[in-house]
């Protein structure tokens, strides 16, 4: 069983000109790369309670809580660093207050969905985000190869 993680990705804008939140991680896993915002679930804490959590702490703003919309999960699998792991539940979110900030651990950015950065991100992004950023709610398993860098299995598991 991987580590229990919450991310949640902020939306604003509609059709075209729809923008997702972003940020390039400064320090720890994936140090460097774009990534969605979000973290480890504590203790006692709800998945969404988690990405409201994670999301002040990494970018400086509240969550409206009724707006948080489930997105469903990813199941990554690191065989060749096992204790990477991970459970994630994503959320998506169109309400929140305060102005988005960079913080130590990450530099939020906001991206068109149309041109996510694909090449600065994980490799497995481009297989289930844009699913996810559609409004789709499904579970994914996400197999890395040996590098810990390339997909070696993605499965849509419903």
């Given at each position: 069983?991987g580590a229990?993680?919450?991310?949640?990705?902020?939306?604003?804008?509609?059709?075209?000109?729809?923008?997702?939140?972003?940020?390039r991680k400064?320090?720890?896993?994936?140090?460097?790369?774009?990534?969605?915002?979000?973290?480890?679930?504590?203790?006692?804490?709800?998945p969404?309670?988690?990405?409201?959590?994670?999301?002040?702490e990494e970018?400086?703003?509240v969550?409206d809580?009724?707006?948080i919309?489930?997105?469903?999960?990813?199941?990554?699998r690191f065989?060749a660093?096992?204790?990477?792991?991970?459970e994630c539940?994503?959320?998506?979110?169109r309400?929140?207050?305060?102005?988005?900030?960079?913080?130590?651990?990450?530099?939020?950015?906001?991206?068109?969905?149309e041109?996510l950065p694909?090449?600065?991100?994980?490799q497995d992004?481009?297989?289930?985000?844009?699913a996810?950023l559609?409004?789709?709610?499904?579970?994914?398993?996400?197999?890395?190869?040996?590098?810990n860098?390339?997909?070696?299995?993605?499965?849509v598991?419903?």
């Amino acid at each position: 069983m991987g580590a229990p993680i919450a991310l949640c990705f902020l939306l604003r804008g509609s059709g075209d000109g729809s923008q997702v939140l972003l940020g390039r991680k400064k320090r720890g896993f994936g140090r460097g790369k774009i990534v969605g915002l979000g973290g480890h679930i504590e203790p006692g804490e709800s998945p969404a309670e988690a990405a409201a959590r994670e999301l002040f702490e990494e970018a400086g703003v509240v969550l409206d809580a009724s707006g948080i919309r489930p997105a469903g999960t990813i199941d990554f699998r690191f065989p060749a660093r096992p204790e990477w792991d991970m459970e994630c539940v994503m959320f998506t979110c169109r309400s929140w207050s305060g102005e988005v900030i960079e913080t130590e651990e990450i530099a939020p950015a906001w991206y068109p969905i149309e041109s996510l950065p694909i090449t600065d991100m994980w490799q497995d992004a481009d297989h289930w985000l844009p699913a996810v950023l559609a409004g789709g709610a499904s579970d994914f398993l996400v197999v890395m190869a040996e590098d810990n860098e390339t997909v070696a299995q993605f499965a849509v598991l419903g």
